[in-house]
């Protein structure tokens, strides 16, 4: 995946110059009365990318994704759209994207074709062109020979796909998706994501996609990482866990006051940064295994558990927020 992005990457920014960026944001805030849900967003979306809005429950990625598809009204700052402005020029944005949300948005009582002439109808088409784009939505998302179903028959995967050929129908350059992978099981999130990349890669589509699953904000080119409205990190996957150096060691201990203690005592001992999480104590270090046997060794009888890993996605965000992705009141949904 990283050399996918390091050798795509140019070829997209060529591709990009001088159009407008498909998403900018420039200090973007919104508050519902005295609770700030955006803090100040100010970030760029490429063309042709598949871009990635990570953060846990609260962290305002639903509402950004409600003012860049125009249902809401930011009270501060700008989202442009291809140059349009999503609060000033609604109908000019809606011409450019495709959204789906996370709430069905099909009949199922009438066939996959029925359901894409309707959504065809609201752009204004009709006659051969309109069939034409029936045709070739749901070539793309490999659903043709389906056409005359009802979509009641069809799996969860294949309703997904059919959303996905619907916002296609008008030829968005920027789609919009609300955690795309919600109800699939992993063959048909498999193949979501490959038609994703197909639609990138063949036909230079935009993606950008909210998510609080750590796994699927791995398929990303880019990623935004928002905690509470603020944008804690941006960059691609590889990148961002790169910044984390070494392994991500955890030592697991009876209670919250041990932890405390611990993590005290490391970071004095080995002069590292050991923090406490609840009951763990975190730290990131080279050559992780070597070390934990220098931990448990100076300070017996106190780990009742340990881990090395590589940084994760998780990491990340514990490294720029200072706190868990999961809260002990969220666990539990990842
Ligand atoms: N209609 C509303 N009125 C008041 N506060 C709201 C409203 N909608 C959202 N909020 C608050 O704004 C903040 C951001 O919420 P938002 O729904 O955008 O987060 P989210 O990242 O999409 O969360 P989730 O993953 O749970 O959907 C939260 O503190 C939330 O309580």
Same mark, same amino acid.
């Given at each position: 995946m990283a050399t996918m992005i390091e050798t795509g990457a140019p070829d997209r920014q060529i591709f990009s110059a001088g159009a407008a960026a498909p998403i900018e944001l420039i200090s973007l805030t919104h508050d519902y009365g005295s609770r700030l849900? $955006? /803090? %100040?967003l100010s970030f760029t979306v490429q063309p042709a990318e598949i871009f990635g809005l990570l953060g846990p429950n609260g962290s305002g990625k639903t509402t950004l994704f409600r003012i860049l598809s125009t249902l809401m009204v930011p009270s501060g700052g700008t989202a442009r759209i291809q140059g349009f402005d999503?609060? @000033?020029e609604p109908n000019k944005v809606r011409q450019q994207i495709g959204v789906v949300f996370q709430e069905r948005s099909l009949d $199922?009582?009438?066939t996959v074709a029925e359901n894409l002439r309707h959504q065809g109808h609201l752009y204004g088409l009709s006659g051969s062109l309109l069939k034409t784009r029936i045709q070739d939505s749901l070539n793309r998302v490999a659903l043709a020979d389906r056409a &005359? /179903? $009802? !979509?009641?028959? $069809? #799996?969860g995967g294949m309703q997904r796909r059919v959303e996905l050929a619907k916002c296609l129908i008008h030829s968005p350059g920027l789609l919009l998706l609300d955690e795309? #992978?919600?109800?699939?099981d992993p063959g048909a999130r498999r193949d979501l994501w490959q038609y994703l990349r197909l639609l990138r890669d063949e036909e230079g589509v935009t993606v950008l996609v909210t998510t609080h699953m750590m796994e699927e904000a791995e398929h990303c080119d880019r990623l935004a990482i928002l905690s509470e409205g603020k944008l804690v990190a941006l960059g691609s996957p590889f990148d961002l866990k790169s910044q984390i150096g070494g392994d991500v060691v955890l030592f697991e201990t009876a209670s919250e006051e041990t932890a405390a203690q611990l993590a005290g005592k490391i970071s004095d001992r080995f002069l590292v940064t050991a923090k406490a999480l609840g009951k763990t104590v975190r730290l990131e270090r080279e050559q992780g295994h070597r070390f934990v046997t220098e931990v448990v060794e100076a300070f017996? &009888? !106190? !780990?009742?558990g340990v881990s090395v890993s590589k940084p994760s996605l998780e990491d990340v965000f514990i490294r720029r927020t200072? %706190? @868990?992705?999961?809260t002990e009141k969220t666990t539990g949904e990842n």
């Open positions: 849900a $955006l /803090d %100040h999503a609060a @000033r $199922l009582k009438l &005359g /179903d $009802l !979509v009641e028959t $069809l #799996s795309p #992978s919600t109800g699939l017996p &009888g !106190v !780990v009742e200072g %706190h @868990r992705f999961w």
